[in-house]
C-alpha cells in the first residue's frame, strides 16, 4: 500500500488499481472499504498541496455523475455474494486496466465528464478503484493539474463511495481494523512521493503498474471461478 501510494501521490493514479487486487488476495474484507479509507485520506494531503492546479470547472461535472453512480453501485453490493463479488471484482481490475491503455477522443464536454463521473462511482464504490474513467478525460493535461482534479474528485467520491458501502453492511469493525492497517502506509507514500518517482521514468512505471495489476486481478477471477466450482 506504500509503494502504491507513493506511485499515485508522483503519478496522480494507481494506488487503488496496483493495491486492491494484490490486497484482495490477501484478505477480502480489504476491499472496497478500506482502500476506499485510506485512498481519501491520501487524496486529500495532494489535493491541498497541489490546490491551485485543481480544474473546479470540469470537476463539478464529474461529481454530479459519481453520485448517480454510487447510487448504483450500492444498490448493486446488496444483492452481491462474495463469490460474485470477487468475480465482479476481477472483472473490474482488468476493465480499469483496459481503460488506463485507452486513448480518447470525445473531448471534454459536460456530458463526457459526468460520463466518467457516473463510471468511477461504479467502479470506486465496487472495487475502490474508480480513477480510470476520470483519467481518460485528461490524458494530455499538466501532471500537476492531472494529480490535483484526480485527487480532488475522489476526496469527494471516494467519501461518498465509503459511506454507501457502510450503508449496505460493507464497512464493519473487522473493515475498520484493516483501514488502521494501511493509513500509516498511505502517509508514508504520500510522504516519499515528494520526492518525484517520475525519475525513474514514468511510462515504464505505468507499464509495471498495469502488468501487476493485471496478474492480481487475474488471480482474484480464478478464485472466484474455482470457489464458485466447489
Known amino acids: 500500500m506504500a509503494v502504491a501510494c507513493t506511485v499515485q501521490g508522483s503519478l496522480g493514479f494507481g494506488s487503488a488499481l496496483l493495491a486492491a487486487p494484490l490486497l484482495a488476495l490477501i484478505h477480502p474484507a480489504f476491499v472496497p472499504g478500506p482502500i476506499l479509507a485510506a485512498n481519501v485520506l491520501l487524496t486529500l494531503l495532494v489535493a ?3 490546490w491551485s492546479a485543481i480544474d473546479f470547472a470540469g470537476l463539478k461535472f464529474i461529481i454530479v455523475g459519481r453520485v448517480v453512480g454510487n447510487a448504483v453501485a450500492a444498490a448493486m453490493l446488496i444483492q452481491l455474494s462474495q463469490v460474485f463479488f470477487d468475480g465482479l471484482f476481477g472483472a473490474l481490475v482488468l476493465a ?3 481503460l488506463s491503455f485507452a486513448r480518447p477522443s470525445a473531448g471534454r464536454s459536460p456530458r463526457v465528464l459526468a460520463a466518467a463521473g457516473f463510471a ?8 475502490s478503484i474508480g480513477g480510470p474513467p476520470v483519467a ?8 500537476a493539474r492531472f494529480r490535483a ?3 480532488a474528485h475522489f476526496i469527494f467520491g471516494g467519501s461518498l463511495s465509503l459511506f454507501a458501502v457502510w450503508i449496505v453492511g460493507r464497512y464493519g469493525a ?3 481494523a484493516l483501514t488502521g492497517l494501511l493509513l500509516p502506509a498511505a502517509l508514508a507514500g504520500f510522504w516519499l ?4 518517482i517520475q525519475r525513474i521514468g514514468t511510462a515504464r512505471l505505468r507499464s509495471a503498474v498495469l502488468a501487476l495489476s493485471t496478474m492480481a486481478g487475474v488471480g482474484v477471477l480464478l478464485r472466484a471461478i474455482s470457489t464458485h466450482g466447489s
Open 48 to 50: 491541498r498541496r497541489e
Open 96 to 98: 480499469a486496466v483496459g
Open 120 to 127: 468511477s462511482g461504479i467502479m470506486g464504490t465496487l472495487s
Open 136 to 143: 481518460l478525460v485528461y490524458p494530455h493535461d499538466d501532471p
Open 149 to 151: 482534479t484526480l485527487s
Open 174 to 176: 473487522t473493515e475498520l
Open 193 to 196: 512521493s515528494r520526492f518525484g
